[in-house]
């Protein structure tokens, strides 16, 4: 199972700047290993405010039991506070490694909260939509949240690109979307790729 795991960071008063540097240095090690046993599959950074330290990321676990093993396990963890959310699985998904993340565009992470359509047929064009996208390479991945709620990973190369992309979805009429610009984290697996 996939979850997305926001990861706030709060070093505390007093710590020195060798400690905090010892502290990043065994958490980007420990982020290389849980890559490589297939654990964190990307990581991000949100826009940050000065001072704040958060992360995004997708990780794999069979449970939230071990899910929290894995966090738990993570040197920054002394320091931080992690909120998961489980990712379903969504029909329309490319699935992780499908489509070619842009090293010239920009990804979002979209929550999409759907309405109810007065059209039967708008889940058959948006599937449609949808795989027509991620072979444009602008839809990475898609999860369900819940029965009418949906996150997504995009990528596009400007916010404008993107807010008309999100524009002339098949559902657009019925969603309300939240989208957030994401930049690479220095552990993202996609960077040793």
Known sequence: ??????MVTRVPDGTSEQEVDDVRA??????????????MLRLWRPPLGPGEWRSIGVFTAGDADELETTLAGMPL????????TPLGEHPNDPGPGTVKVRPDWTEYLVTLDVGEPDDDEVFEREAERARELAAQGHLERLWRLGERRFAGVWQAADPAE????LRALP???WLT??????????SDPEETR
């Open 171 to 173: 559902l657009a009429k």
């Open 77 to 84: 963890r002394v320091w931080r506070t992690d909120s998961a």
């Open 26 to 39: 065994r958490e980007a090690a420990n982020t290389a290993r849980l890559v490589t046993r297939g654990k």
């Open 1 to 6: 199972m996939e979850y997305l795991v926001t």
């Open 162 to 165: 993107l807010d008309e992309i």
């Open 177 to 186: 979307i939240d989208t957030v610009p994401l930049t690479r984290h220095p």
